[in-house]
Nanobody, 124 residues
Framework: QVQLVESGGGLVQAGGSMRLSCAVS????????MGWFRQAPGKEREFVAA????????YYEDFAKGRFIISRDNAKNTADLQMNNLKPEDTGVYYC?????????????????WGQGTRVTVSS
């Protein structure tokens, strides 16, 4: 059984930084593309970033480009999201996800496994 557990959320002031981490157990982590999604109150879940199984290619939603960095450590079975210059509109629950093979990494329905989410609140 594959389990994903996010950590690192909390409260931060606008302009600050936060690092989220996702620990994966029970599966072949090195074969998964890892993704991060978020859901703001009253809004649908949206794509943030994804990184391919070998860490060679990363994908970002436009709002994340230049501010967020996705990374992975296949030896530790973890995938991180470094978020810099945070804005109040970055507030939401951030979810880690995993898939082995996908056509469009930005689509949530492509992913097979999900974490429970970690809440990020950015104050103005």
């Amino acid at each position: 059984q594959v389990q994903l557990v996010e950590s690192g959320g909390g409260l931060v002031q606008a302009g600050g930084s936060m690092r989220l981490s996702c620990a994966v157990s029970g599966g072949a982590f090195s074969r998964y593309t890892m993704g991060w999604f978020r859901q703001a109150p009253g809004k649908e879940r949206e794509f943030v970033a994804a990184i391919e199984w070998n860490g060679g290619t990363a994908y970002y939603e436009d709002f994340a480009k230049g501010r967020f960095i996705i990374s992975r450590d296949n030896a530790k079975n973890t995938a991180d999201l470094q978020m810099n210059n945070l804005k109040p509109e970055d507030t939401g629950v951030y979810y880690c996800s995993a898939v082995q093979g996908a056509t469009d990494f930005s689509r949530s329905y492509e992913y097979d496994y999900w974490g429970q989410g970690t809440r990020v609140t950015v104050s103005s």
